[in-house]
């Protein structure tokens, strides 16, 4: 099957990756609800989308905190009352912590976990139910290679990008043959505002659209498991397969 779906949500649509990803969707007529923390942000990436179409997207903007849990069910629900032909998902926000402040300060450990595990699971749990009384849907997740094994310089974020992990293998168990498809997305180094403060060069970087086009074939072929850039995925089955007592031992 090949089938971009036709209105997608975009949860933390001002990420960088999930700009690149909109402004291709968009040049692909599909209908936006982006959804972001700041407002005044929110409004320069809706005034971006609308110069880019011509004035002729149809792009809408609903500003929320989405570490606000207990708002998460109430924020899908009158998205669906708002938009009864929603179709996809992106759910793109997240966070790099400080992993030396989440080692000394257990309530910078668990915020990190909120944002970039908890918060989509709790979004995910409505969407889910949503989408498969619809019997339709696409539902994309970004989480990261850094989730496929935990290592000393990030192991909090890996943490939670794990669990995002196989949190989706569970949901994409339980939805096959509802007609929903459920894709994890894995990035590995991307240079976005997320990772400013890295020394940003080398082969192994990609540029935020080439991980967009990535995010948007993906979509279109309700693919399971991507990395993005594809050559993650033999680089994470190596680090995978490297023995415990022998990777314990390594700095990484
Ligand atoms: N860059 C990488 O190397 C890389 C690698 C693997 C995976 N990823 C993942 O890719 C996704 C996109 O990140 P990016 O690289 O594009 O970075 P980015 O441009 O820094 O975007 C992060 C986004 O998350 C949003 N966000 C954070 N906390 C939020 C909250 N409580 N409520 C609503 N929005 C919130 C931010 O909104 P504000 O602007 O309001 O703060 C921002 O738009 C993330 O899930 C990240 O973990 C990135």
């Known amino acids: 099957m090949n089938a971009t779906p036709r209105r997608i949500v975009i949860f933390g649509a001002t ?77 793109a926000h997240g966070n790099l912590p400080d992993q030396a402040r989440c080692e000394s300060d257990s309530q910078a450990m668990l915020r990190a976990i909120r944002v970039n595990a908890l918060s989509a699971m709790t979004l995910l749990t409505a969407i889910a139910n949503d989408f498969e009384k619809r019997k339709r849907g696409v539902i994309g997740v970004i989480g990261s290679v850094a989730g496929d094994r935990g290592r000393k310089s990030n192991y909090v974020y890996g943490a939670a990008k794990g669990m995002l992990t196989l949190f989706l293998q569970g949901l994409r168990n339980r939805l096959h043959g509802s007609g929903v498809a459920v894709v994890t997305l894995k990035p590995g180094f991307v240079i976005t505002p997320m990772t400013q403060d890295f020394e940003r060069d080398g082969l192994l970087w990609a540029r935020p659209e080439a991980v967009a086009r990535g995010i948007v074939q993906a979509f279109a072929r309700r693919r399971d498991v991507v990395y993005l850039p594809w050559f993650w995925r033999p680089i994470l089955w190596v680090i995978r397969m490297i023995p415990e007592p022998v990777f314990k031992r390594l700095s990484l």
Do not use: K, N
């Open 15 to 91: 990420s960088r990756i999930a700009t690149e990803t909109a402004r291709l969707w968009l040049a692909r007529g599909v209908h936006l609800v982006v959804v972001a923390r700041s407002p005044e942000r929110l409004r320069m990436l809706s005034d971006d989308l609308s110069i880019r179409s011509g004035g002729l997207a149809e792009v809408d903007a609903v500003a929320a905190d989405l570490e606000d849990l207990d708002a998460l069910p109430a924020l899908w629900d009158s998205l669906t009352q708002r938009f009864d032909d929603l179709d996809g998902v992106l759910i």
